[in-house]
């Protein structure tokens, strides 16, 4: 059973920074690709960033793409999303989730975490 908790979401102005971070359980995390995905109020869930398990391959949404940076570090079972240059319309509650190859696709993740909010003032 893999567990993902989400930590390190919270509010700030227009232009600043946060760091999430992801804490996987379970054994497979080192052999496992993860995602960040966002839900806004009223819409649809969304992809952010996808990382593979050597984290060697990176992709991104487009509307995050030169702002937000995704890392792990499989020793500690972590997966991170530094956002800099924050906008308002990057409030969301943002989830990680777990898969067994990189995807954009929600329904390629069979584990996700809680999620963690972020609210970007602007």
């Known amino acids: 059973q893999v567990q993902l908790v989400e930590s390190g979401g919270g509010s700030v102005q227009a232009g600043g920074s946060l760091t999430l971070s992801c804490v996987a359980s379970?054994?497979?995390?080192?052999?496992?690709?993860m995602a960040w995905f966002r839900q806004a109020p009223g819409k649809e869930r969304e992809f952010v960033a996808t990382i593979s398990a050597s984290g060697g391959f990176t992709t991104y949404a487009d509307s995050v793409k030169g702002r937000f940076t995704t890392s792990r570090d499989n020793a500690k079972s972590t997966v991170n999303l530094r956002m800099n240059s924050l906008k308002p319309e990057d409030t969301a509650v943002y989830y990680c989730?777990?898969?067994?190859?990189?995807?954009?696709?929600?329904?390629?993740?069979?584990?996700w975490g809680q999620g963690t909010r972020v609210t970007v003032s602007s």
């Open positions: 989730a777990r898969s067994s190859r990189p995807s954009v696709r929600a329904t390629a993740y069979d584990y």
């Open positions: 379970g054994p497979t995390f080192s052999s496992s690709a």
